[in-house]
């Protein structure tokens, strides 16, 4: 059965710092990962995804994330936060031996981004 | 724009009182799904439509029901809403029902159960 574990409940990050927001999975075959961001009373918005190729996967508003395969992580990551940044992250991830019906959501991670 | 949209944005109806929430999408997706999102929570899928294919998840209570009479919109039925589901519903959609497909969410309806 699939899994995503995202292990902060909540981050705080200063403004222009570096931030990350961990995710590691379980899967019983090849993972396909997804970030989605919610902005208060708002739906998901989608980010980013990793399907296959490069474990750098770039996505909306300059969020990134790196598949490691050995570590079953998918941490998102920016280089610069935003005070906008400032919402809840979710991580979620399918894999082709169950199908594609569902995705499997973390517990979500509220990122506060201080100015 | 191409978009998934859910009316209304707010739903406040009384215990046991039949509701209809809706999606519409814009994106002509295939597959359109329904999911509950509770306070603090992560999303859960309730069920989906593959075209005209309804697909309900084992756990979803009989109390949830979904039309889809078209390709552009789709309906969530609570037939005797308690306390207990007062919840965001999420409407997402995705192109077809591949592993690979992103679903792209709505902006959700907030219900609150009195």
């Known amino acids: 059965a699939q899994s995503v574990a995202q292990p902060e409940d909540q981050v705080n990050v200063a403004e222009g710092n570096p931030l990350t927001v961990k995710c590691t999975y379980s899967?019983?075959?090849?993972?396909?990962l997804f970030w989605y961001v919610q902005y208060p009373n708002r739906g998901l918005q989608f980010l980013l995804k990793?399907?296959?190729?490069?474990?750098l996967v770039k996505g909306s508003y300059g969020f990134e994330a790196e598949f490691n395969k050995s570590q079953t992580s998918f941490h998102l990551k920016k280089p610069s936060a935003l005070v906008s940044d400032s919402a809840l992250y979710f991580c979620?991830?399918?894999?082709?031996?169950?199908?594609?019906?569902?995705?499997?959501f973390g517990t979500g991670t509220r990122l506060t981004v201080i100015p | 724009d191409a978009m998934v949209i859910q009316n209304p944005r707010y739903q406040v109806t009384q215990f046991g009182k039949p509701v209809t929430l809706s999606c519409s999408q814009t994106?002509?997706?295939?597959?359109m799904y329904w999911y509950q999102q509770k306070s603090s929570q992560a999303p859960k899928l309730l069920f989906h439509?593959?075209?005209?294919?309804?697909?309900n998840e084992a756990d979803t209570p009989d109390n949830f029901q979904s039309r889809r009479p078209n390709t552009s919109f789709c309906f969530l039925d609570i037939r005797s809403p308690g306390l207990g589901d007062a919840a965001m519903y999420l409407c997402?959609?995705?192109?077809?029902?591949?592993?690979?497909?992103?679903?792209?969410f709505g902006p959700g309806t907030r219900l609150t159960v009195l």
């Open positions: 997402a959609t995705s192109r077809q029902r591949e592993v690979s497909d992103t679903q792209y």
């Open positions: 994106l002509n997706h295939n597959v």
């Open positions: 899967v019983s075959g090849n993972p396909y």
């Open positions: 439509y593959y075209d005209k294919d309804f697909n």
């Open positions: 979620a991830v399918r894999d082709i031996q169950t199908g594609a019906n569902n995705l499997f």
């Open positions: 990793y399907i296959t190729g490069d474990n």
